[in-house]
């Protein structure tokens, strides 16, 4: 359950800033692949990655992980 929030959290954040799948990827330096996993709740990002996708988003982790 927790990979799925995950997944929608980081797509919405990404969308929101305006990246396309593979673009966001290549700022990770992820493959387009692992990404859609993640962002379908089918594989849990690693600590690294969350930190990478906050640091690439401009957004804190706190806001990341917030539910609302």
Known sequence: MEEII???RIRAFRKLKG??????AKEL??????????????????????????NTLGITIEELTSIK
Not at 29 to 54: M, T
């Open 29 to 54: 330096d992820i493959s387009v692949s692992v990404l859609g996993e993640i962002e379908r709740g089918n594989r849990k990002p690693s600590d690294e990655l969350i930190a990478s996708v906050a």
């Open 6 to 8: 995950w997944g929608r």
């Open 19 to 24: 990246y396309t799948q593979e673009s966001f």
